[in-house]
């Protein structure tokens, strides 16, 4: 038995089969999981995470087979712990993937690769822009185009994410420049408001490029207050002094705690999609939509509808009272060149820098 890690020990056994393997793994983990009880009568529960394999079939050399085990291990975890499991091939090949993925990304950030598009938000009769939200566009040259609901999550688990939101914003300015009067919203990571200087780079941006701060806006999730609420309040303080907007993006998916709303003082609601989505379905819930657009303006936020697809979608949200609208009934995400087209198609009556 041996303890590589302060948490992790590792026990190599001879003479057991794939069953015996089996049993004994799953033996460790239900007898870690009863409760101990240590002096003064406290109790305390622990669970273990266990991954194991066998040689010579998965793997006839130390480190290959070490390594193996530990891919089984970080599953295990990965699954919520309290588990043992057995390493299989696809974990090599899942590892394999993520390496070349993420060796992919690193270098298209570095590149300045990723490229960003612009949906338009409109006002409540459908008809003119009034903003536009930036989202990141990666398309590698071999793995081809890869959404960002998988490269936004692997940028912010490898640490890439404040390089390549800042070129995201950096270029998003640059593009706005050109559209006096219309808003740009920007999506940024938890990480970026935890880990980085979020404030600082916004400030940094906002100066090298011109842009007036007013017209920025700062899109954030409700998981960036959970993780720590008084950095959190800080950060969004922070970007709100320089002049800048900050919505809370997709409100009503997760946690959604009234109390935040209120707490955090945002300027702006965007409604989540799974609300829109089932305007007019079996499990329509209409009723949890307009409770949540009344709250938003009785707490004076510009409220946003987003992931809006049909005519039907959006009269509810309009007849609710909502200021924005945004979704495919009106535009896919285009390029700053599409943009500048549509946007000419649909002015404001009055657009004022
Ligand atoms: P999000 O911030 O909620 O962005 C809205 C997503 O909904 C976008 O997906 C957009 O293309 C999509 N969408 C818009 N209208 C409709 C519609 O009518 N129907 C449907 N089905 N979808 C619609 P996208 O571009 O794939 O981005 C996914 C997520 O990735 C974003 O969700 C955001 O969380 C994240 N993301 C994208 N760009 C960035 C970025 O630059 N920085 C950060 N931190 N996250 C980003
Ligand atoms: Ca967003
Ligand atoms: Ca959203």
């Known amino acids: 038995m041996a303890r590589p890690g302060n948490d992790e020990f590792m026990l190599l056994v001879a003479g057991l089969g794939r069953d015996g393997l089996t049993e004994l793994a799953d033996r460790i983990v239900m007898r870690l999981a009863e409760p101990i009880d240590v002096d003064g009568g406290t109790r305390v529960m622990i669970t273990a995470s266990v991954g194991y394999a066998l040689a010579p079939a998965d793997g006839d050399r130390t480190d290959d087979l070490v390594r193996r085990v530990e891919l089984a291990v970080a599953k295990a975890k990965e699954d919520g712990g ?17 390496r070349a993925l993420e060796n992919a990304l690193r270098k298209a950030v570095a590149a300045g690769d990723i490229s960003t598009l612009y949906q338009p938000i409109m006002d409540p009769t459908g008809t003119r822009v009034v903003a536009a939200e930036a989202l990141a566009r990666w398309s590698d040259p071999l793995l081809g185009p890869i959404s960002p609901d998988l490269f936004i999550p692997l940028a912010e688990e490898t640490g890439l994410i404040p390089e390549l939101g800042k070129q995201i914003l950096r270029r998003a300015l640059a593009d706005a420049m050109d559209w006096p009067g219309i808003d740009i919203a920007v999506n940024v990571s938890a990480a970026q408001i935890h880990h980085g200087d979020i404030v600082e780079v916004v400030g940094e941006e906002l100066q090298r490029s011109g842009f007036p701060a007013h017209r920025l806006e700062i899109e954030i999730t409700e998981s960036v207050l959970l993780a720590d609420e ?17 919505a809370l993006d997709d409100f009503g998916a997760g946690y959604s705690s009234l109390q935040y709303l209120h707490k955090f003082g945002f300027d702006k609601l965007k409604i989540d999609r799974g609300f829109i989505k089932s305007i007019g379905t079996p499990d329509d819930s209409s009723v949890i939509l307009a409770s949540i657009v009344k709250l938003g303006l009785g707490l004076r936020m510009t409220i946003t509808g987003e992931g809006v697809e049909s005519d039907e979608q959006f009269r509810v949200l309009r007849d609710l009272g909502c200021h924005q609208i945004q979704g495919y009934l009106f535009s896919r995400p285009l390029t700053a060149g599409q943009f500048t087209l549509f946007l000419a198609a649909h002015r404001p009556i009055a657009a004022a820098g």
């Open 230 to 246: 008084k950095r959190a309040q800080g950060q969004i303080h922070g970007l709100r002094n320089l002049g800048v907007r900050v």
């Open 82 to 98: 309290g588990e043992a499991v057995a390493f299989a091939p696809e974990m090599d090949l899942e590892l394999f993937r993520r």
